[in-house]
């Protein structure tokens, strides 16, 4: 059979999902294709590849780009006379299934798709039911019998040539991407972890999943020898390190810079990071962590996103990274349900304060499923059928709520704080003067350079493409990213989004 993976856009980034899926496809026999929305063409694609699936891997601010491809799709299988089968994993349909009925899909993937996917070929190419087979939602079976993927060394390797023969660009960046872990234990109201953890938990199902250090070795070895420009390595894993004693950190720390050596990123909570987490990094070779702030005031740090972490402790945990040299990349997420405008200022301070070598600001995007987008919908801040696609953590608040001027101050801090966390004493009464100016497009700019340079430097140092050109066409997709506005949002004529669907619920 042959697979038409789909994605939004790159961002950067190696999209780990439709990867380890095409290789787990190609280990069955069959032949897979990427289309990348935001890059190419998808109508090109399915007349030169022809395709038997087409498998959607989704993140839920894009479905607007995903309905617009599935609309070429059917016109060609209409045009051509073919039965294709159409289905989508990700998050998107993990914690919005609506998006079944909605795109008229013949299959949704909640959760994990390594055998859900080879199944459902076997399946269409058998001519029977898709019902049944774990984790897929079918129109006629909502309710699915649940898998968790528990052994991750037997899940082959991403395909990296699947990206690499989309977009030959991604080669001229240093960083590969790999997963060592599945899982997040911890229960922050923005995130979908709570939601995944209460979807999938139960009858026995692992939810903390490891590979051995023996396998990850191996997979970053195979990919620096047959893909020489590695130059950094990101673990995509959303916590690198859970527990305090792990058994698993001292045998990777003492093997790694040995076998491996290229210097790495990864994300990690301030709870973590004891004295000894970071020695065994910093002797691993670890030259970034990703370790949130999230909001500058415990009420709404804890009470509000529930992230159980004192001052004191994120106090500690970024000067403990600054003294084994382990550059921090600390955001704090702006706008939050429940607070204001002066919490975000208080967010800005206390992150300067920690001094983080990469301090970034984000607006807060409600995504479907998460606690903290249903309380939202409680407070009155977003309709209960509220749309979520195209929601950005790039641009203005979709709360209700804010006044046209907050909303603007809000923004701008995101793009300026970094800039000023930066800046020294004297310089900080100037940003109070340009927070409310409405001039949010130039200050996008201005951000969009500061955490490229910040990013470039400090967070992935030497990865960066090598080569003019190839710097020059990263700077511009970073401002391409960074510098989109919603123009409704921007004038104030539309500050909430018209309703599409029903909110799902991720406990069906
Ligand atoms: C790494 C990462 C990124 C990377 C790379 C993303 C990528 N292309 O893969 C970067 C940094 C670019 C990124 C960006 C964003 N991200 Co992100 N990201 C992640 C993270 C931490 C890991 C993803 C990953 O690689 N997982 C490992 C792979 C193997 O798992 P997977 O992709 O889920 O795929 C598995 C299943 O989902 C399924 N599957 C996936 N696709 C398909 C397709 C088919 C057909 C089938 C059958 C199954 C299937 O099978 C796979 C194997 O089990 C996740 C959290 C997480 N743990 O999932 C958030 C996450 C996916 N991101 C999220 C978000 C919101 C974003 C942003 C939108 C944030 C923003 N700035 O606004 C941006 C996207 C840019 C934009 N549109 O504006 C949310 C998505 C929530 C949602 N409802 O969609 C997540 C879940 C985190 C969260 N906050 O809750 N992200
Ligand atoms: S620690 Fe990170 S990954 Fe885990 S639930 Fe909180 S935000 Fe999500």
């Known amino acids: 059979m042959r697979v038409l993976f789909v994605i939004a856009d790159l961002y950067f980034s190696e999209p780990l999902g439709a990867m380890v899926l095409s290789g787990v496809c190609r280990n069955a026999g069959h032949r897979t294709k990427l289309a990348i929305l935001e890059k190419q063409d998808i109508a090109n694609l399915l007349e030169d590849f022809s395709p038997d699936v087409i498998a959607y891997s989704a993140m839920t601010p894009d479905e607007h780009l995903f309905i617009k491809a599935d609309a070429a799709v059917r016109r060609w299988a209409l045009h051509n006379n073919r039965r294709v089968l159409r289905i989508m994993g990700g998050a998107h349909p993990t914690y919005f299934p609506d998006v079944l009925r909605k795109m008229n899909l013949d299959a949704i993937c909640a959760g994990d798709g390594e055998n859900a996917i080879v199944r459902v070929i076997d399946a269409f190419v058998e001519g029977k ?21 528990e052994d991750m060394d037997a899940v082959p390797y991403a395909d990296r040539d699947l990206i690499y023969d989309a977009a030959p660009e991604m080669l001229d960046h240093g ?4 997963l060592t872990q599945k899982g997040c234990p911890y229960k922050c109201t923005y995130c979908f972890n709570h939601a995944y953890n209460r979807m999938f938990k139960g009858d026995g199902r692992k939810i903390m999943r490891r590979r051995s250090v023996d396998d990850l070795i191996t997979e970053i070895k195979d990919v620096a020898q047959r893909y020489p420009v590695a130059r950094f390595v990101r673990f995509a894993d959303d916590v690198f390190v859970v527990n305090k004693e792990d058994e698993w950190l001292e045998e990777f720390a003492e093997r790694y810079p040995k076998e491996v050596g290229l210097p790495f990123y990864c994300l990690i ?4 990071l004891t004295e000894n987490v970071a020695r065994l990094l910093q002797k691993a070779g670890c030259k970034s962590i990703g370790m949130s702030i999230e909001a500058g005031s415990e009420r709404v740090r804890n009470d509000i996103m529930k992230r159980n972490m004192p001052d004191a402790m994120m106090k500690k945990a970024f000067e403990l990274a600054r003294q084994y040299r382990i550059n921090a990349w600390g955001n704090s997420i702006l706008a939050a349900p429940g607070t204001t405008f002066a919490d975000d200022m208080e967010s800005f301070y206390f992150a300067r304060s920690l001094n983080a070598a990469c301090p970034t600001f984000s607006i807060f995007a409600p995504f479907p499923g998460t606690d903290l987008t249903k309380q939202a919908v409680k407070l009155g801040l977003l309709d209960e059928n509220f749309d979520f696609s195209a929601v950005s953590c790039w641009d203005y608040s979709v709360l209700r709520g804010y006044t046209q001027k907050e909303r603007i101050m809000q923004t701008n801090l995101a ?19 340009l927070l409310p100016l409405p001039i949010t497009r130039l200050y996008k700019v201005i951000g969009a350079l500061a955490m490229s340079y910040l990013l470039g430097t400090k967070v992935f140092p030497g990865a960066q493409p090598r080569g003019l050109l190839a710097l020059l066409r990263a700077i511009k997709t970073a401002l391409k990213y960074m510098t989109t506005i919603n123009k409704e949002r921007e004038t104030g004529t539309s500050q909430m989004r018209t309703p599409a669907v029903g909110l799902a619920s991720p406990d069906y």
């Open 129 to 149: 039911p898709l019902e049944g087979i774990p984790n897929i939602i079918t129109p006629s079976q909502p309710n699915f019998i649940k898998e968790v993927v």
């Open 175 to 178: 960083i590969r991407s790999f």
């Open 269 to 272: 909570r301030c709870n973590a």
């Open 415 to 433: 793009y300026l704080g970094q800039l000023f966390c930066k800046l020294p004493n004297f310089a900080q009464p100037l940003l109070k003067v």
